[in-house]
């Protein structure tokens, strides 16, 4: 058992010890902190449910997913065009637009999405999808934890299978950034879910590829917003996982968990800016 009382880590709690080991300390031993709804995870909520349906169905609800996040605006009482948020409403950003914005965001992303999978891997199979992974890793008691998006197949040349595992990643109208797209506690979620994945399934790992699918949001500038409706908003990149990738990705995973072990927790000052116990009694 881990000093979080689980058996099990996940990427995200990997990813908040690499920024900040007392962060992790606070929030996943401590368990302090809460979680807040925020139309964007609300938003990215819906485009999830909708890529699940569609990977299993081959069809694409976009109404559905559209009726789904308007009932979740109202749910959530997040302002109407023109209203001042009040204060049961959630904190609201001056930058963010209104519904109808999330709205034509969301029917011109998943209206790309089919397109753009069969462009992208011509007839393509379905796997999975929201696949559930629980694997031990090696030389320890712990196991990772996750749930991948989406795995499809495609047959190469020579007929034989190739296995793409697919992260759905919400974003604007730029996609990411040249240095996020380099950042490797960025791609090690994909790293960490190809050699799980092919572990659980007994899969060699040169016959799996992984991709972060990027559905891009329409810009927020009126002008630019009007532009881009109907335009295709889907983009992928590609990450290389391998041997040493797979080595580093192992290794990290390791001293995580000796450092947990040891009690040792150190606060990284450079990651403060967005932490939720900055200039709290928790984090001085």
């Given amino acids: 058992m881990l000093l979080t009382g689980k058996e099990h880590i996940s990427y995200s709690e990997l990813k908040t ?3 900040c080991g007392w962060r992790h300390k606070l929030a996943n031993i401590d368990k302090l902190g809460t979680f807040d709804y925020t139309i964007y995870t609300d938003f990215g ?3 999830h449910s909708a890529n699940e349906e569609f990977l299993k169905t081959r069809v ?3 109404s559905k997913a559209m009726q789904e996040l308007t009932v979740l605006w109202k749910e959530r009482k997040y302002p109407e065009p023109g209203q001042t948020p009040g204060p049961d409403w959630p904190e609201w950003p001056s930058s963010v637009p209104d519904l109808q914005y ?6 011109d992303c998943l209206n790309s999405l089919p397109a753009f999978m069969e462009k992208e891997f011509p007839g393509w199979e379905f796997v999975a999808a929201e696949e559930y992974i629980l694997e031990k890793m090696d030389n320890s008691a712990a196991s990772l934890k996750a749930y991948i998006d989406g795995i499809i197949k495609v047959k190469d040349k020579k007929g034989n299978y190739i296995y793409h595992i697919v992260d759905w990643k919400n974003t604007g109208s730029g996609g990411w950034q040249a240095d996020k797209k380099r950042e490797p506690d960025v791609l090690l979620q994909l790293v960490l879910y190809k050699i799980f994945w092919s572990k659980k399934h007994n899969i060699p790992l040169k016959d799996v590829r992984c991709h972060f699918v990027f559905l891009k949001r329409h810009d927020i500038s009126p002008k630019k917003r009007l532009k881009d409706r109907g335009s295709k908003r889907c983009d992928m990149m590609s990450v290389s996982v391998g041997p040493k990738t797979v080595e580093k990705a192992t290794k990290r995973l390791r001293n995580m968990l000796l450092t947990m072990t040891r009690g040792l927790f ?3 000052r450079f990651n403060c800016k967005f932490c939720e116990f900055h200039k709290t009694p928790h984090c001085k």
């Avoid at 999330?102 to 029917?107: A, C, F, I, R, V």
């Fill in 17 to 19: 010890w690499l920024e």
């Fill in 60 to 62: 694409m609800d976009t």
């Fill in 102 to 107: 999330w709205l034509d965001s969301l029917e």
């Fill in 266 to 268: 150190l606060k990284n």
């Fill in 45 to 47: 909520h819906v485009v």
